[in-house]
T-cell receptor
């Protein structure tokens, strides 16, 4: 089955620094990847849609200059949280859609717990 | 706007069937019903999806009403490991369409 690997699983960083989160599709090519954020006891909130070779599409209210998304290949998308602040502490999750399917069970990564101190 | 309505929580005894309802009264003809679950501090896991026919796989069964305005996810023999938040989502099969999560149902399975 389709597997998505997300790394790191946990990261602690200091305020003002940047953190990069990687999302890899291990056994399929993903033309589209999605990034979500989840605060404690809340549901997943879609942040952006990442398309290979083009700019990401951000949801309303998500700062594109703060959350940099790069989808340079069909198997890798990265999310960089720039100048992180404590309020950016959250659970970040990526999801990938196989490139040859329009009706498929999306596969999710295991998530990254970001703590900004 | 929420496209689906689910009860916030449900309890189930281990070994019994868990029946999780979902209302999607405004579903369009080209929208599928998807079910995912999220165990604490993990990414969501795909369970099952369907358009209008009932579906069954190794994890669960999906029963969709004839008018497609509601559905029920059935876990035939719930175990403690099935304790999770269950999300019912409707979406089209258009490529590149993201899954939009509602609040889901927290299922607690106890022994």
């Amino acid at each position: 089955g389709a597997v998505v690997s997300q790394h790191p699983s946990r990261v602690i960083c200091k305020s003002g620094t940047s953190v990069k989160i990687e999302c890899r599709s291990l056994d399929f090519q993903a033309t589209t990847m999605f990034w979500y954020r989840q605060f404690p006891k809340q549901s997943l909130m879609l942040m952006a849609t990442s398309n290979e070779g083009s700019k990401a599409t951000y949801e309303q209210g998500v700062e594109k200059d703060k959350f940099l998304i790069n989808h340079a290949s069909l198997t890798l998308s990265t999310l960089t949280v720039t100048s992180a602040h404590p309020e950016d502490s959250s659970f970040y999750i990526c999801s990938a859609l196989p490139g040859n399917s329009t009706n498929y069970g999306y596969t999710f990564g295991s998530g990254t717990r970001l703590t900004v101190v | 706007d929420a496209k689906t309505t689910q009860p916030p929580s449900m309890d189930c005894a281990e070994g019994r069937a868990a029946n999780l309802p979902c209302n999607h009264s405004t579903i369009s003809g080209n929208e599928y019903v998807y079910w995912y679950r999220q165990i604490h501090s993990q990414g969501p896991q795909y369970i099952i999806h369907g358009l209008k026919n009932n579906e069954t796989n190794e994890m669960a069964s999906l029963i969709i009403t004839e008018d497609r305005k509601s559905s029920t996810l059935i876990l035939p023999h719930a175990t403690l490991r099935d304790t999770a938040v269950y999300y019912c989502i409707v979406r089209t099969n258009q490529a590149g369409t993201a899954l939009i999560f509602g609040k889901g149902t927290t299922l607690s399975v106890s022994s």
